[in-house]
């Protein structure tokens, strides 16, 4: 690396040795947004952005949060809550509630412990934790730090002995399902990385066998690590290869339509989640809950669907069950927690959506999650179809 890379680097971890209450904003944050607040000020500009972003034009970044806006609660009144009930199972493992970590990339840029800590407060919390391909802590490392449930994320390479080593260092490390990112045959065009020339440190999974070294005049090295490594020929056919190398359950992560979930099931995965990837792959591709009720009903319940993608607020986390997920996946605002506060801020960010799910369930008249139903939510479509 060059001196101006060397920099950017010593800076960011000076700022993360500094101590909390520099750089938080006053008074202990009361909900999930404002953890976004102290991790833009806890993070270099570039790590920021990396985290924050989404591709072009950003509108399916926007419409991920903005879409749960256009969703009315329609509570039942006069039901007794005076006990609440969020836990569930996921795949046959019990959870405190329908709330998962999403995979999300190197978590070092946002604490120098990364996806260590990040499984600690999932442990803590009784949520399962998906870990990124691109983590920049091992298999190995995150397996032995607790024993949360833990699932792992897994993209397909050019190199395909490389996907196979990771799905079975995953197996040997107790890993218990594969999430298997479909959204990706290149990198979206992420504008605010290539502005920034985003560094893209060397992860260790990889060690001795990819490098993340590229030359500057390639602008994010990401964009041109993702170009140099990923498979894009890979295709529904290819889905037998793996389940082939692997006992564990796959899931398909990046559904958006009917037909590819319709696909999904035809080929015997064990799962879709609604995704799309957290608005920085294609823009103006739908907000996730506005294409989740239409993969839930190809599904027709017979396998599970999850969801990620836009949630801030327990009561998002409400909507989406009612349009049929089984449970929701965390992404940007755990990275922000982990950046402001390191494993507490991680387990505030998930016991923040728990009680607020819990609230919501209470005042809509839900003591269970089997009573949250398509009739508590209204969608604008609702409304036209009343019109009519």
């Keep these: 690396m060059d001196l101006y890379r060397d920099l950017l680097l010593l800076?960011?971890?000076?700022?993360?040795?500094?101590?909390?209450?520099?750089?938080?904003?006053?008074?202990?944050?009361?909900?999930?947004?404002?953890?976004?607040?102290?991790?833009?000020q806890a993070l270099p500009k570039m790590y920021y952005d990396f985290f924050a972003g989404g591709s072009e034009d950003q509108h399916t970044l926007r419409e991920n949060t903005e879409a749960f806006q256009r969703i009315t609660l329609r509570p039942r009144i006069l039901v007794d809550v005076s006990k609440i009930d969020m836990s569930t199972t996921i795949l046959g493992y019990k959870t405190s509630a329908p709330i998962m970590i999403?995979?999300?990339?190197?978590?070092?840029l946002a604490h120098p412990e990364g996806e260590i800590l990040?499984?600690?407060?999932?442990?803590?919390?009784?949520?399962?934790?998906?870990?990124?391909?691109?983590?920049?802590?091992?298999?190995?490392?995150?397996?032995?730090?607790?024993?949360?449930?833990?699932f792992f994320q897994l993209y397909m390479y050019k190199r395909r002995e490389i996907s196979a080593l990771m799905v079975k260092r995953a197996e040997l490390n107790g890993f218990k399902a594969i999430l298997l990112t479909v959204d990706t045959p290149k990198l979206g065009r992420r504008e605010a990385d290539i502005k920034n020339k985003m560094i893209s440190p060397q992860l260790k999974n990889f060690e001795g066998l990819v490098s993340t070294e590229v030359d500057d005049s390639e602008g994010s090295n990401l964009e041109a690590f993702a170009s140099r490594n990923l498979d894009s020929s890979f295709s529904w056919k290819d889905i037998a290869w793996l389940k082939s190398i692997t006992k564990l359950p796959i899931l398909i992560k990046g559904v958006l339509t009917r037909k590819d979930a319709i696909k999904a099931v035809e080929v015997g995965v064990e799962g879709?989640?609604?995704?799309?990837?957290g608005a920085r792959q294609l823009d103006y591709t739908p907000a996730t809950i506005n294409a989740l009720e239409d993969v839930v009903l190809a599904v027709q319940g017979r396998i599970p669907v999850l969801f990620d993608?836009?949630?801030?607020?327990?009561?998002?986390?409400?909507?989406?069950?009612?349009?049929?997920?089984?449970?929701?996946?965390?992404?940007?605002?755990?990275?922000?927690?982990?950046?402001?506060?390191?494993?507490?801020?991680?387990?505030?960010?998930?016991?923040?959506?728990?009680?607020?799910?819990?609230?919501?369930?209470?005042?809509?008249?839900?003591?269970?999650?089997?009573?949250i139903t398509r009739n508590h939510v209204r969608m604008q479509v609702d409304n036209h179809h009343c019109r009519l």
Excluded at 13 to 20: A, C, D
Excluded at 120 to 142: P, R, W, Y
Aim: glycine share 8%; hydrophobic share 45%.
């Design 272 to 277: 879709v989640i609604v995704s799309n990837h």
């Design 118 to 150: 990040t499984a600690k407060a999932a442990a803590a919390c009784n949520v399962i934790m998906g870990l990124s391909f691109s983590s920049t802590c091992t298999i190995e490392e995150v397996a032995s730090s607790c024993n949360a449930v833990r």
């Design 102 to 108: 999403a995979p999300t990339s190197m978590h070092k």
């Design 11 to 40: 800076m960011h971890f000076v700022i993360l040795l500094i101590p909390l209450k520099e750089v938080r904003m006053g008074d202990e944050p009361v909900n999930v947004k404002e953890y976004q607040e102290l991790a833009k």
């Design 309 to 371: 993608g836009g949630i801030r607020r327990g009561t998002d986390v409400f909507k989406a069950l009612a349009l049929g997920a089984q449970a929701v996946m965390i992404g940007r605002p755990i990275v922000y927690g982990l950046a402001a506060k390191g494993e507490y801020g991680v387990k505030r960010v998930i016991e923040m959506l728990k009680d607020e799910l819990e609230l919501t369930m209470a005042l809509a008249g839900c003591p269970t999650l089997n009573d």
